[in-house]
């Protein structure tokens, strides 16, 4: 059995070159919002979580920058388990 592999979730839009930065986090703890606060689902409070970021392509600079190679955006297409191509999905490998 092969071990499990780390997955990142983050909401990606195709259309940004770059990063959208929605809010900051000070040193203190301070939120500070740049664009209207902006709530995600959290199934596991189910209160939502703020979002923080909208990434763009630069996302695949950053996770290279980051240590990571063969770095790419996929959309993966399995209808057998509900991939129909329209979530884009970050590949690499560390």
Known sequence: MRAPRPLLTAPFVAGFPETLVRA???????????QPPEYHGDPA?????????HFGWDLLEATRAAGFTK?????PWNPGVGLMGSLWTLTAVR
């Not at 900051?24 to 703890?29: K, M």
């Not at 409070?45 to 970021?53: F, P, Q, T, V």
């Open 24 to 34: 900051t986090v000070s040193s203190n703890g301070t939120v500070t919002h740049l």
């Open 45 to 53: 409070a189910g209160s939502g979580i703020l979002c923080y970021y």
């Open 71 to 75: 770095v790419d955006m996929v959309l």
